[in-house]
């Protein structure tokens, strides 16, 4: 079984800075990426940011040039540096990693979600 958990989820003020980070435990063979996701109440999740290493990364253009996603693969980790955090950045922030499991006579892949952790941005 495969198990993400998100951590570092708080209030920050307009302006300000947090860090959230996620991590994968299990059985598993290889994470091929991994990312954030984020949900806005009445709204859809949506993509912020993924990172299949730190050199292949991809943003949505709402935080590009604020948010940097990072992964460390010896510790099956991504984190989500976020500045210059703006209201409209209030949501609840899914972690989401691309995994292969099972075993070499029935390999498989799929799609794997944390909890979610809230992130509020109010002054």
């Known amino acids: 079984q495969v198990q993400l958990v998100e951590t570092g989820g708080g209030l920050v003020q307009p302006g300000g800075s947090l860090t959230i980070s996620c991590a994968a435990s299990?059985?598993?063979?290889?994470?091929?990426?991994m990312g954030w996701y984020r949900q806005a109440p009445g709204m859809e999740r949506e993509l912020g940011a993924e990172a299949i290493s730190n050199d292949n990364t991809n943003y949505a253009d709402f935080v590009k040039g604020r948010f940097t996603v990072s992964r460390d693969n010896a510790k099956n980790t991504v984190s989500l540096q976020m500045n210059s955090l703006k209201l409209e950045d209030t949501a609840v922030y899914y972690c989401?990693?691309?995994?292969?499991?099972?075993?070499?006579?029935?390999?498989?892949?799929?799609?794997?979600w944390g909890q979610g952790t809230q992130v509020t941005v109010s002054s």
């Open positions: 989401s990693a691309d995994i292969a499991y099972g075993n070499t006579s029935y390999p498989r892949r799929g799609a794997f």
């Open positions: 299990g059985s598993f063979f290889h994470i091929n990426f």
